[in-house]
């Protein structure tokens, strides 16, 4: 069964452009209750274990690089379906290939600075909201 919960990152790239308050509407209208929510910059290792899944990827150092460049904010998102209902919200990890009305399409401006992260499976929204959130820090 879908699970209700997905994780989210307004990265550094789309914070800088002063572009959180238009994603977090774009996030609001469709949907999605905020159960969490952070305003951090993410430590190198931080980063470095968020992405440990890309680590052999040839892009994995200027990833890390570019998520620990600014703040972020992390949330923890609830809705039913959340992650497949999220990803469709974002678009393709390629702004050039996002789809029009999405938040990537919108807001990102590279493949790397792609302006949000959403989890991409139930099991990894757990693994990514349990490394941003204590449970008293949900609501
Ligand atoms: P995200 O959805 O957070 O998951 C992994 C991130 O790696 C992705 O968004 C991009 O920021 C980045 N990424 C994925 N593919 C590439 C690529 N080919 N080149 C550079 N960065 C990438």
């Keep these: 069964m879908a699970g ?3 994780l989210t990152m307004i990265k550094p790239d789309a914070v800088a452009k002063n572009n959180i308050g238009p994603i977090l509407g ?3 209208e469709a949907g999605f209750k905020i159960k969490a929510m ?6 190198k290792s931080q980063a470095q274990e968020f992405y440990a899944v890309h680590k052999e990827r040839p892009f994995y150092g200027e990833l890390v690089d570019f998520m620990t460049s600014g703040p972020i904010v992390a949330a923890i998102l609830e809705k039913s379906n959340a992650v497949e209902d999220f990803r469709k919200l974002i678009g393709a990890t390629n702004p050039a290939d996002a789809a029009e009305g999405t938040i990537r399409k919108r807001f990102a401006e590279s493949i790397q600075n792609n302006a949000v992260h959403g989890s991409d499976s139930d099991e990894n929204a757990k693994i990514e909201g349990d490394f941003h959130f204590s449970m008293c820090e949900r609501f």
Excluded: A, G
């Excluded at 952070?38 to 430590?43: C, G």
């Design 26 to 28: 774009m996030i609001n």
């Design 38 to 43: 952070k305003y951090t910059q993410l430590t």
């Design 4 to 6: 209700s919960y997905t």
